[in-house]
């Protein structure tokens, strides 16, 4: 498929892998890029700029094919060394880079100056346009129904990509409930140029996390996410068990005096427990309202090649039969 998605980075198919917290290491983005889609690495699961060097290396020895890392700008006490992150994947080689949170412009020269493609991943068409006019190259739109952090203005996708197509003129990939050949064939049909997965990608066979993860997405439905942090005006769509119950709980028993404080127990260091050790109710962690369309475990070759099969079918003959 030729998108200026797949002419901007490289690829083969219109489809990108999210960076994910301690779901994106080398094993799942190598594995995204050689089925053909563009994989990334999360920065900031690296604890330091050198563990990133590393597993840009383990990565690249991997994969022949283009990957890319994640760097989150979000606001901390205690800033990461992003100065560092950047000089990593500058020397690392690393070809493009997707950013999320805060607005990118200050790193976008040091970036930019090494040839590297910036995707700036957002949740309005406000933050979208804003990406354009400081220079990224496209941004993923990300839409309220999906994992992670869907920002505060509530736009499902089919009303926020057309949105974004009317005022975008560098490409976007749609983001945030897509997980098949349909949600492919949809977001292109809307003025998307291509998809980007998070939840869907946590179920395949080589992302690097606890079976029991896997389990739960597989049995989960789409009514089984819930929001936090909401009264943080730090938004988080998470899958729903005894800690999201917990930290909810909270909110509503502190209301608008909640602090983060407050809930620090559910939400901080806990994704190497739920990643890596399984332990599904130790804190909250992002998932998308797509669980309900996850039913199977298959490596990404296969979930790839499926959604390009069902996607052409879509094209090629269901909709063209509809054309009178
Ligand atoms: C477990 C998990 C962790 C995530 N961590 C990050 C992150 O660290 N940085 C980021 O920019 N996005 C993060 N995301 C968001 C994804 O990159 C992607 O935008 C989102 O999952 C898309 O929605 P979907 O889950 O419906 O596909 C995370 C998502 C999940 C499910």
Redesign the pocket.
């Known amino acids: 498929m030729k998108t200026r998605i797949t002419e901007l980075f490289g690829i083969r198919y219109p489809i990108i892998q ?4 301690f ?1 994106g290491f080398a094993e799942l983005a190598a594995a995204v890029s050689n089925a053909g889609g563009l994989g990334i690495i ?1 920065g ?1 699961t690296q604890r330091t700029p050198e563990d990133l060097a590393r597993e840009i290396a383990r990565c690249r020895a991997m994969t022949d094919k283009p990957f890319g890392v ?1 760097l ?1 700008f979000l606001p901390a006490v205690k800033p990461p060394d992003y100065p560092g992150y950047v000089k990593a994947i500058v020397e690392g080689g690393v070809k493009i880079v ?1 950013t ?2 805060n607005n990118p412009q200050k790193w976008l020269p040091a970036l930019q100056e090494a040839g590297i493609k910036v995707i700036h ?1 957002c949740t309005s068409v406000r933050h979208a346009l804003k990406a354009e006019s400081i220079g990224c190259d496209a941004v ?1 739109v ?1 839409g309220f ?5 869907p920002g505060e203005d509530d736009i499902p996708n089919f009303i926020l990509l057309p949105r974004a197509a009317e005022e975008l003129k560098i490409p976007f990939v749609a ?4 997980a098949d050949g349909r949600s492919l064939v949809a977001a292109l049909a809307l003025g998307a140029e291509g998809m ?5 990608f ?1 179920a395949t066979k080589e992302a690097p996390i606890h079976q029991n993860v896997k389990d739960a997405l597989v049995a989960a439905s789409e009514l089984d996410t819930r929001l936090v942090m909401r009264p943080l005006r730090n938004t988080e769509r998470v899958l729903n068990n005894a800690a999201t119950e917990r930290l909810l709980e909270k909110e509503k028993a502190l209301g608008a005096a909640v602090t983060f404080n407050d809930i620090l127990g559910e939400v901080a260091g806990v994704y190497p427990r739920i990643m890596q050790q399984g332990e599904m109710d130790a804190g909250v ?6 669980a309900g369309l996850i039913r199977d475990v298959p490596t990404c070759a296969e979930l790839i090649e499926r959604i390009m099969a069902e996607a052409r079918a879509l094209i090629t003959k269901r909709l063209p039969g509809m054309v009178i």
Do not use: P
Request: net charge negative; with cysteine.
């Open positions: 999210g960076g994910m917290h779901v999360t900031l994640n989150t997707e999320a949170g991943k993923s990300d129904e999906c994992g992670g952090h983001s945030g409930g897509m980007n997965m998070g939840t869907r946590m962690w992002s998932c998308g309202m797509v």
